[in-house]
């Protein structure tokens, strides 16, 4: 990997970096990106909502996945802001067959560390890419010649910046569910399965 790749991983669990190509032909139909990216918000504040409710018994769990889903929510209308502005129509959410995956994998690879650890190991993957892929539509837009292109880019540069505190978020989480040993463990497992999960699917205009 060069170092114009290896920047855009830097700190996230992740050994596989996004083709760069994905950028430019994501941002090749940006409604259909934002439309995504606004269902993606809809789900991690969703996600954190459900895990509150499976889990309420869990105090280390509830005000962070709390705290989680209302800056999700915020994202989602900021997006949904975005969406309006150019004219656009948030749509019907397209299936997901990245989280799909790694949820499909991930969760049937032996060497568990419990339900409740393995779902937040994914998740902790699912922000972890997301803040790469923001990471790489804030440098393309930076630099694109376009009337507001560098606000976009720079409101996808504060994005990858919560991106990266979430996965983060989700890590510690899932050592209140294992030792901290095991965690590093299965989640070295799960990276392996995302990069595989990553090299598979197609370039298209959507976050994932």
Excluded: N
Excluded at 92 to 101: E, F, M, S, T
Excluded at 148 to 155: I, K, N, S, T, Y
Excluded at 175 to 186: D, F, I, K, L, Q
């Amino acid at each position: 990997m060069d170092d114009a790749q290896h920047r855009f991983l830097e700190g996230l669990p992740l050994v596989r970096p996004t083709d760069p190509r994905w950028a430019r032909r994501a941002l090749g139909d940006l409604d259909a990106l934002l439309s995504d990216h606004a269902h993606c918000e809809h789900k991690a504040a969703s996600t954190a909502l459900a895990l509150i409710g499976r889990h309420g018994d869990l105090p280390e769990l509830v005000r962070p996945l709390m705290a989680l889903a209302q800056e999700e929510l915020l994202h989602f209308r900021q997006v949904l802001d975005l969406l309006e502005a150019r004219g656009a129509a948030l749509g019907r959410p397209r299936p997901d067959r990245y989280v799909r995956a790694l949820l499909d994998r991930c969760l049937r690879e032996p060497g568990g560390i419990g339900a409740l650890g393995d779902r937040l190991l994914v998740c902790a993957l699912v922000e972890a890419r997301s803040c790469e892929r923001f990471r790489r539509l804030a440098a393309v837009l930076a630099q694109d010649a376009k009337a507001g292109a560098p606000e976009l880019g720079a409101f996808y540069g504060r994005l990858a910046t919560a991106e990266g505190r979430h996965w983060e978020l989700f890590e510690r989480l899932a050592r209140h569910a294992a030792p901290a040993s095991r965690v590093t463990g299965r989640l070295g497992q799960f990276v392996r399965i995302e990069a595989e999960i990553v090299g598979d699917l197609p370039l298209e205009a959507r976050i994932h």
